[in-house]
């Protein structure tokens, strides 16, 4: 399995979002953003088509800068491009405070959204991927595994710049036997467009995956797997 950063701000730091608290519905977060910030603002500034496009970006950045700078207590981190920048802040009070100051400007607010997607934040053994439904409306949870390169074998034709992939039946089959003890155990759909010699890609239940996940890594202990949970968007 591969396994994810530690992220540098403490669980214990960062507050689940609430619609109340925020006034608008959060979004769930992917991540803890650049591993430090687990809240995202994004903006929707609606700028002036009689005015200079450049001019009015430029003053909405040299604002914020001034706010982030002045009032704000905790890091934080700007991306403006567009007319929808985003603003990453890792204090909570912050966030209220850049939302009590822009709230006519917001457009999305981004972070953990309940205690179980707080958890798989900080899982160094799972991802999230906030989704508007499940995979094929049934599945929240989706794995991506292969062999690594190291494990499979290549031969060399004698030319230094050419190595061509030797046809390896005992490692093709060793993926089928993967595929088909997921589908003998637990509902899962494996795309055939999808899956080749050293790879496939799964989608099923998170709770079911993981009753099955220790056999796996037993079994199956060359397969890298990345495992990704669906938070929906509420």
């Known amino acids: 399995m591969i396994k994810k950063k530690v992220p540098i701000i403490s669980q214990s730091e960062v507050k689940i979002l609430k619609k109340k608290a925020v006034g608008v519905i959060p979004l769930p977060s992917n991540s803890i953003y650049f591993n430090r910030y687990p809240y995202k603002v ?3 500034l609606n700028f002036d088509p009689s005015k200079n496009y450049r001019e009015q970006l430029l003053s909405f950045k040299l604002d914020l800068t ?28 912050d966030l209220l405070l850049t939302l009590s100051m822009y709230k006519d400007f917001v457009h999305q607010v981004c ?37 690594p390169m190291r494990y499979r074998p290549i031969a060399n034709y004698g030319v230094a710049t050419y190595v061509k992939p030797v046809e390896n039946d005992e490692l093709a089959e060793e993926m089928n036997s993967l595929i088909n003890y997921i ?27 993981i009753e099955i996940l220790p056999f796996l890594k037993l079994s199956y202990p060359k397969h890298t797997l990345i495992i990704t949970k669906a938070i929906l968007n509420s």
């Open 183 to 209: 589908r003998d155990n637990i509902n899962a759909h494996i795309p055939k467009h999808w899956t080749g010699r050293y790879t496939t890609t799964i989608y099923c239940g998170f709770e079911e995956f």
């Open 42 to 44: 994004v903006f929707n």
């Open 111 to 147: 972070g953990p959204i309940s205690s179980e997607h707080l958890e798989l934040l900080y899982s160094s053994n799972y991802k999230c991927q906030s989704k508007d439904r499940l995979w094929y409306s049934m599945y929240d949870c989706k794995i991506e595994t292969w062999l």
């Open 66 to 93: 001034n706010f982030t700078e002045d009032v704000l207590k905790g890091p934080s981190r700007q991306l403006i491009s567009t007319e929808m920048p985003s603003l990453f802040i890792r204090d909570y009070k």
